[in-house]
């Protein structure tokens, strides 16, 4: 102990435990601070994504309702008491229209209010099985108190409120069917006439909520302005009455975006956003779900913290004095490698053993920052057309099989497209004219499905997934993509500037195919079948 060896060994074990230690420390606070900003956002990513899945459900709706609201008003500027049932006609017709073009409308209608006429009550029309809307007898307002705003919410409450308005969920008259409407009440010669509205199914809103998840036992649910619930995963509010209908704990009401809060004596977290429709959607999970992540991660650290404190003291013992500085930079450098930062700074460069591995691990240090950018760059995006690569396909297909598997996939369609001539072109005119074909392909397939992801599959190969706007405007965007090649190929002589594609689209038919997998192969068939026309018409 008296030997400057050993003290020089005591003393460096001392360091490395107190440095290992502190480390240690600030790498578990800084894992619990991060881990908790990440599980924020986390709840905040799906509730902002689901808020923007139903927005885009109630927006519809509200548009369409605004607009037909906004074609009674001046049809009425020219209309006379003689005339409304003429008026109501009219009406009628823009709003089986506009009806068909809004997404998950199960009723609409333009009610009169029996006491501006008793002659004309306007119509209602009904889809119930997806199919087609058919008119259904009204009902009778005559039999109501229209004051009264607990009874026919959808024409009494906009009436009292002169706004429009959307309302809670319902039971809607007549149909037994819970419903949430939106309505717009409609007013001739500053005198209340009816109302407008449209209503659409509870159950379609409460399977896009019950959809999102986090962790094993995180949900989402919703609840009005007050607090009153509306629709839960775990509990069911159908079955209840508005007096017993619960209300979220008091603490879910906050301003704030982020909320703690404890629920039948468990502490949980949640994010909340508000819809357009006023209504409040918050995700909300466990909070010993989110610490567990970290928690193992703090064991994982400390049991390599004591390997490397282990492995430094029995280094330190064997090797000391002059080798003591460069092991301890190596140290540092490994534990910013194990956090991710590769920008080592090792100046310790003499020709023995400490010299090399130094080397060594200030070369694997770039190498590995070089390779993991490289990593990332190439994952999910295709080099040459800078569109989504066959691995990022693959992910998203499994995905899409999930939902299928599960039936909770809405509509969609599988493309694919070949680009002919490729091999011609490389042949003949090189593989620089080669992938210039490869990308104006691309590019027009982007320009004319621009709302879908492209993802390059193959060397000419290419599949769009079509979902949402693309998929109920498939066959006319079809028929344009089409358009643009015949208009593209014959705008310039260069054969590598012509973009010939063989193209396949199939829909998703759940009564023909299993799988999305299905869906792809029969597009893929269509496709061929559409080069085996192109061949066959092309001239000899």
Not at 69 to 83: I, K, M
Request: glycine share 6%; hydrophobic share 35%; proline share 3%.
């Amino acid at each position: 102990m008296h030997s400057l060896r050993s003290r020089i060994a005591v003393m460096t074990v001392v360091m490395i435990l107190i440095s290992v230690t502190a480390v240690t420390t600030v790498s578990v606070l800084f894992i619990r601070r991060s881990e908790h900003f990440d599980s924020e956002q986390l709840l905040l990513l799906l509730c902002e994504t689901g808020r923007s899945n139903l927005n885009y459900y109630f927006d519809g709706v509200q548009k369409s309702v605004g607009k037909i609201a906004s074609f009674v008003v001046n049809d009425l500027e020219d209309t006379g008491p003689e005339d409304l049932s003429s008026h109501v006609e009219r009406v009628r017709r823009v709003f089986d229209e506009q009806a068909h073009r809004t997404s998950g409308v199960l009723t609409y209608y333009y009610r009169i209010d029996p006491a501006v006429s008793d002659t004309e009550k306007g119509f209602w029309y009904t889809n119930l099985d997806g199919s087609e809307f058919v008119y259904h007898e009204v009902t009778d307002i005559t039999r109501y108190d229209t004051d009264d705003t607990s009874r026919l919410v959808w024409f009494t409450v906009p009436k009292s409120t002169g706004k429009p308005v959307w309302l809670s969920p319902y039971i809607t008259d007549n149909l037994d069917i819970r419903v949430i409407s939106y309505n717009v009440p409609i007013y001739w010669n500053r005198t209340f006439l009816g109302v407008v509205g449209i209503e659409i199914d509870y159950s379609s809103m409460a399977s896009q909520v019950e959809s999102i998840r986090l962790y094993k036992n995180g949900y989402a649910f919703l609840c009005d302005a007050e607090g009153k619930l509306i629709f839960h995963p775990r509990i069911d509010v159908t079955r209840m009455t508005p007096e017993t209908v619960p209300q979220v704990p008091e603490g879910l009401l906050s301003s704030s975006t982020f909320i703690t809060y404890s629920y039948e004596g468990e502490s949980k977290e949640a994010a909340w956003l508000q819809l357009s429709n006023g209504m409040r959607l918050i995700v909300s999970v466990p909070i010993v779900e989110t610490e567990g992540d970290w928690a193992r991660l703090v064991i994982q650290i400390c049991g390599i913290s004591l390997i490397i404190l282990i492995s430094l003291c029995l280094f330190t013992l064997l090797y000391t004095g002059h080798i003591t500085r460069p092991l301890q930079q190596l140290t540092e450098a490994a534990g910013q490698l194990d956090r991710g930062n590769y920008d080592v700074d090792l100046d310790y460069d003499a020709d023995d053993e400490v010299g090399r591995l130094t080397r060594t691990f200030r070369d694997l240090s770039a190498h590995m920052k070089s390779h993991i950018q490289e990593l990332k760059k190439r994952a999910t995006i295709d080099a040459l057309t800078s569109v989504k690569n066959k691995g990022a396909f693959s992910t998203d297909l499994e995905l899409l099989e999930k939902h299928v598997a599960q039936n909770k996939s809405p509509g969609f369609a599988m493309g694919v497209f070949d680009c002919d001539n490729l091999k011609m072109i490389n042949d003949q005119f090189g593989h620089e004219k080669g992938d210039l074909f490869l990308k104006t392909s691309c590019q027009m397939i982007c320009q004319v499905f621009k709302h879908s992801p492209v993802y390059r599959i193959g060397g000419d190969e290419f599949v769009v997934i079509l979902r949402d706007h693309d998929y109920d405007h498939r066959e006319e965007l079809e028929n344009l993509f089409r358009r643009r090649i015949r208009e593209a190929c014959t705008s310039t002589s260069r054969i590598w500037e012509q973009p010939r594609i063989s193209v396949g689209i199939a829909e998703y038919d759940p009564a023909v195919d299993r799988s999305a997998s299905e869906t792809l192969r029969r597009a893929d068939r269509i496709m061929y079948a559409d080069k085996r026309q192109h061949k066959g018409s092309q001239k000899p």
